[in-house]
């Protein structure tokens, strides 16, 4: 059944990215292999001001990986054992895997079907006396909204730590992600807009007080060397990651122009294609206001799986970000959710369909995403 005749376009490729910037990448690797210093050093500390700054925020905290962040900027807000934290079914596992870590219990909330993200109106109505954070996700690199949210969470005096992890770059109404509420949450896994070569995060805050504290909690607790006052853990970004994503950093402005452009192609093609016009498919949207850093350009498809099919078949990557909402997860069962409790973030889950994404992609390329996509409903759609 394989019919890959035309040019397969991967989901991602990190590989032509690599490429250009190896020479680059080479000398600062040398260079810190040559100093020997691999932990908390030079290129850390830069790394940390230059991404706190891309947040509009006063610190950045370097730590393992973006899940970590999320562990530990929930544990320097207070955040533990019984309190409750509203939070999205709609997200990767680390997002309430993080809160539950912390010792704390996920209470889910459902979502907003534009944006995918925390519907503020319904995380309002799940606050009670419990409740110590919201931790809204800025999903596919579209800001959640977050001055309702802000606004229950003064009303109530809770913490708001931002899941960031997809969307350094992002801004809404109230500016940058990540220093909106308490704390932002930042991966650099691979994959994301600015990802290093393995695993690495950053919180960032304005708030000097949970600076301080991440910054214990990163290495075991401690403020003074074989001193231990909290429980942390070792979790540190290291020397060789900083060094790569500095060298990365001074391209990511127009890496994201270039995934704005691609998602502005994507939109023109597919709105020409009559699809969406049909009720076939159902774009991403920007909602006024907002700076969409487009780490997935995202469908919504009735047929969904069927046409991943087709695309596979034809050579084409596309990812299901993500399948199975976190309420519906074996290891979240004791939380006693059931099928049907959100209906939306179920829905979602059933339609979405990320489609290649990743800034050296061609216009050709996405031409070619557009005119496989159109041949899959060709006779029952006019394309
Ligand atoms: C929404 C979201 N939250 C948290 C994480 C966790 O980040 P990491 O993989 O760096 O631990 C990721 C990325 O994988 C993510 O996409």
């Known amino acids: ?21 190896q020479e680059d990448l080479r000398k600062v690797l040398d260079e810190v292999i040559k100093k020997g210093q691999f932990i908390l050093a030079e290129n850390v500390q830069e790394l940390e001001s230059e991404i706190a ?45 993080a809160i ?17 993200n925390l519907d503020p109106v319904l995380a309002a109505s799940r606050v009670t006396s419990r409740t110590k954070a919201i931790l809204p996700v800025h999903l596919y690199g579209h800001p959640a909204d ?28 109230d500016g940058p992600v ?55 853990c070792n979790s540190r970004l290291d020397e060789m990651q900083a060094a790569v994503l500095r060298v990365k950093l001074a391209h990511f402005p127009s890496w994201t122009e270039r995934r704005r452009e691609i998602a502005l192609l994507y939109d023109q093609l597919l709105n020409s294609s009559g699809l969406v ?18 780490h997935q350009y995202t469908l919504a498809v009735g047929e969904r799986d069927r046409l991943q099919q087709y695309l596979k078949n034809k050579g084409i990557g596309s990812t299901v970000y993500y399948p199975l909402p976190l309420h519906r997860q074996e290891v979240f069962r004791s939380l ?3 099928e049907g409790d959100f209906p939306r973030a179920e829905q979602a889950a059933r339609e979405v369909l990320s489609l290649p994404m990743f800034p050296e992609m061609t216009g050709e390329e996405v031409d070619r995403v557009v005119h496989v996509i159109c041949e899959f409903w060709k006779g029952e759609v006019q394309c």
Do not use: W
Request: with cysteine; charged share 20%; aromatic share 8%.
């Open 1 to 21: 059944m394989s019919e890959c005749s035309g040019h397969p376009v991967p989901g991602f490729d990190l590989k032509r990215q690599n490429i250009l910037l």
């Open 53 to 97: 700054r891309i947040c509009g925020a006063r610190y950045g905290i370097g730590v393992a990986n973006g899940s970590d962040a999320l562990y530990l900027a929930l544990l320097a807000c207070g955040v533990g054992q019984g309190d409750e934290v509203i939070t999205t079914p709609f997200t990767f596992f680390a997002t309430a895997g």
């Open 100 to 116: 539950a870590r912390a010792g704390a219990v996920p209470v889910f909330s459902d979502i907003d079907p534009v944006t995918y």
């Open 146 to 173: 977050m001055e309702p949210l802000m606004q229950v969470a003064r009303a109530n005096q809770l913490k708001v730590i931002e899941d960031a992890a997809q969307a350094l770059g992002a801004s809404g109404q």
């Open 178 to 232: 990540g220093n909106i509420g308490d704390a932002g949450c930042i991966s650099f896994f691979p994959t994301k807009n600015l990802g290093c070569f393995g695993d690495g995060g950053m919180v960032v805050t304005s708030d000097p007080e949970i600076a301080e504290r991440v910054r214990m909690l990163r290495v075991h607790g401690s403020r003074k060397k074989y001193i231990h006052e909290a429980l942390g």
């Open 277 to 294: 016009q049909k009720g076939v498919i159902r774009l991403p949207r920007q909602l006024p206001g907002c700076f969409h850093v487009y």
């Open 336 to 338: 006693g959710y059931k």
